[in-house]
C-alpha cells in the first residue's frame, strides 16, 4: 500500500532520475520504505531537485490472504 505520495515537480524526457530508498520500520508481517525521487534536468546544473517522496507499506500475507 502507498501511503502518502507526494508530487513536487515534473520528471521531463531527457532528465536523469535517481530513486532512494529507506527503511523506515520493520515489523512482524510489514515492512515501511520511504522513496525519494531526485532529478538532474538536461542543460542545467548538476544539482539535484527532488520531484516526488512517497511511503510504501510492504505486507506479507499467506494463501488466505491473511
Not at 6 to 13: G, N, W
Not at 15 to 38: C, H, K, M, P
Request: proline fraction near 2%; aromatic fraction near 8%; glycine fraction near 4%.
Amino acid at each position: 500500500a502507498m501511503r502518502e505520495v507526494i508530487f513536487h515537480k515534473p520528471v521531463f524526457v531527457g532528465d536523469l532520475v535517481s530513486f532512494y530508498a529507506e527503511t523506515v520500520s520493520i515489523g512482524n508481517t510489514s515492512i515501511t520504505i520511504r522513496v525519494i525521487v531526485e532529478t538532474e534536468r538536461v542543460g542545467a546544473s548538476t544539482e539535484q531537485v527532488r520531484v516526488t517522496e512517497a511511503e510504501v507499506v510492504y505486507v506479507a500475507v499467506d494463501e488466505h490472504r491473511q
